[in-house]
């Protein structure tokens, strides 16, 4: 059965440093996505970024970059030049299958709480 | 702003009681998702639609029913309610035509069962 470890509950960093948020999954699938969300104290779930699989290169979205190894079966998000507006719930979650259209499911993990101090 | 929009955004209810909550997909997407945030249960998938027609079912009880609608909105039925189902009801959507077929969440509607 598919699942997502956050062994994070929560994570303190510096204005303007790098941090890295890890995850870890299982699944018996070749085929799968991962992705990671975003949910500030307001509640909305905000999609940050997703990774293929079979994708040969780490994922980048702006500040975010995915340091994904397959064989670790990690898919730790990395913000970088942390910002006051990061303080929020992270979600990694991952989907079996890569085909859009057949079903899309979301399994998430626990979560971490950023604190980004000034 | 996600594009996804669901109402109410609160409703407070008593136990035994049934409610509707709604939502509507992004402009063009196909498949809606509901999905349960409660503090014990974390983030759970519920069920999901595309183009009117149930696709896939996960822990949904049975006093919890939906529906996808022609203009693709949807509805998420809960009856029988009890204080254990006081939650985060997120509704989300989702386009073949994205690569990873990512899903955006609408901002929730905070269900509290007194």
């Not at chain 2, 822990?59 to 939650?87: M, T, V, Y």
Request: aromatic share 12%.
């Amino acid at each position: 059965a598919q699942k997502i470890t956050q062994t994070q509950p929560g994570m303190f960093v510096q204005e303007k440093e790098a941090v890295t948020l890890d995850c870890t999954y299982d699944t018996s699938d070749q085929s799968y996505g991962l992705f990671w969300y975003k949910q500030p104290s307001s509640g909305e779930m905000i999609f940050l970024i997703y990774q293929g699989s079979y994708d040969e290169q780490n994922a980048t979205e702006g500040r975010y970059s995915l340091n994904f190894q397959k064989a670790r079966k990690s898919a730790n998000l990395v913000i970088s030049a942390s910002q006051l507006g990061d303080s929020a719930m992270y979600f990694c979650a991952m989907r079996e299958g890569l085909v859009c259209g057949a079903t899309n499911k979301l399994i998430f993990g626990t979560g971490t709480l950023l604190a980004v101090q000034p | 702003d996600s594009g996804v929009t669901q109402t109410p955004k609160h409703l407070i209810t008593a136990t035994g009681q049934r409610v509707t909550l709604r939502c509507s997909p992004r402009s063009g997407d196909l498949s809606v998702y509901w999905y349960q945030q409660s503090l014990d249960q974390g983030l759970q998938f519920l069920i999901q639609y595309y183009n009117g027609e149930e696709r896939a079912k996960g822990n949904i009880l049975e006093r919890f029913s939906a529906q996808q609608f022609p203009d693709l909105h949807s509805e998420l039925n809960l009856s029988s309610l009890e204080l254990g189902d006081s939650a985060l009801y997120f509704c989300a959507s989702s386009s073949d035509g994205d690569r990873g077929c990512e899903q955006y969440f609408g901002p929730g509607t905070r269900l509290t069962v007194t």
